[in-house]
């Protein structure tokens, strides 16, 4: 069983860029309806706690069996604000391993590692151009997403912060393809900032370059293969992202 409610109807919210969109409505409906807390119990934004989650920093609450959600209900029922579900939990550095092997089972994937990336040459929403031939040499770190993708939202604190890690860094290039329309995407870039330079993904570069589940995470080493791909979120997803850049750096 997922670790909790929320982050199961998360995983369901992950799909393809063509799904019912009343599907997002109800992700997003959900994620107004659901009150985060952090490892002190003070109330903070969805955005400050998968920022800690998808980093690793901090886990949260784990529900496996039935015996433990009647436990958590019973507690709620009492007013046991230890047993809050979307509550932050510190964690030792050897649990923080512990939950990083159970996150890799479940989104990384490694049919295409070894394998050579399609070529592409892209321009993003600057007019930055890049193409693969010029990128050889270099890591690139790609994300895949859309804008009523409520998991690609969420991850998007903790990708500015690993773009922020290697912003001076000449030997990484980050580009990130998003499903919208430009319009759509400028629009919705002057709300909510992602660091990453954008990139139309229309439908000749999807042909291309095969993405089924959103967000996916690809890592591409010196030679222009794939080094890295996770698709969806889990506890240290980012953190996962962050550990494949620094082993392709070496």
């Given at each position: 069983m997922k670790q909790n409610l929320l982050f199961t109807g998360l995983l369901i919210c992950i799909t393809s860029f063509t799904f019912n969109l009343v599907y997002a409505q109800d992700c997003s409906s959900m994620m107004n309806s659901t009150s985060f807390k952090n490892e002190h119990g003070d109330t903070i934004s969805a955005d400050l706690y998968y920022l800690d989650y998808f980093?690793?920093?901090s886990t949260q609450l784990e529900l496996k069996t039935n015996k433990e959600w009647r436990e958590y209900r019973k507690n709620k029922k009492k007013g046991n604000t230890g047993y809050d579900l979307h509550r932050l939990i510190p964690i030792t550095d050897k649990e923080r391993e512990t939950h990083l092997e159970a996150s890799k089972s479940n989104i990384l994937t490694s049919h295409n590692i070894g394998k050579?990336?399609?070529?592409?040459?892209?321009?993003?929403?600057?007019?930055?151009?890049?193409?693969?031939?010029?990128?050889?040499?270099?890591?690139?770190?790609?994300?895949f997403w859309f804008i009523q993708c409520l998991p690609c939202q969420l991850e998007v604190s903790a990708l500015n912060n690993l773009y922020e890690k290697y912003k001076d860094n000449?030997?990484?290039?980050?580009?990130?393809?998003?499903?919208?329309?430009?319009?759509?995407l400028k629009t919705h870039l002057e709300k909510k900032e992602f660091t990453y330079p954008t990139v139309y993904f229309n439908d000749n570069l999807s042909q291309k370059i095969k993405v089924k589940t959103y967000p996916s995470n690809i890592v591409i080493d010196k030679s222009g293969k794939y080094a890295f791909e996770s698709i969806g979120v889990d506890f240290g997803s980012v953190l996962l992202l962050d550990r494949a850049i620094k082993s392709a750096l070496q």
């Amino acid at each position: 069983m997922k670790q909790n409610l929320l982050f199961t109807g998360l995983l369901i919210c992950i799909t393809s860029f063509t799904f019912n969109l009343v599907y997002a409505q109800d992700c997003s409906s959900m994620m107004n309806s659901t009150s985060f807390k952090n490892e002190h119990g003070d109330t903070i934004s969805a955005d400050l706690y998968y920022l800690d989650y998808f980093t690793g920093v901090s886990t949260q609450l784990e529900l496996k069996t039935n015996k433990e959600w009647r436990e958590y209900r019973k507690n709620k029922k009492k007013g046991n604000t230890g047993y809050d579900l979307h509550r932050l939990i510190p964690i030792t550095d050897k649990e923080r391993e512990t939950h990083l092997e159970a996150s890799k089972s479940n989104i990384l994937t490694s049919h295409n590692i070894g394998k050579e990336f399609p070529g592409f040459q892209v321009t993003d929403l600057n007019g930055n151009n890049y193409n693969t031939e010029e990128l050889k040499g270099k890591i690139v770190v790609l994300n895949f997403w859309f804008i009523q993708c409520l998991p690609c939202q969420l991850e998007v604190s903790a990708l500015n912060n690993l773009y922020e890690k290697y912003k001076d860094n000449p030997e990484v290039v980050f580009i990130s393809f998003a499903r919208n329309s430009p319009e759509d995407l400028k629009t919705h870039l002057e709300k909510k900032e992602f660091t990453y330079p954008t990139v139309y993904f229309n439908d000749n570069l999807s042909q291309k370059i095969k993405v089924k589940t959103y967000p996916s995470n690809i890592v591409i080493d010196k030679s222009g293969k794939y080094a890295f791909e996770s698709i969806g979120v889990d506890f240290g997803s980012v953190l996962l992202l962050d550990r494949a850049i620094k082993s392709a750096l070496q």
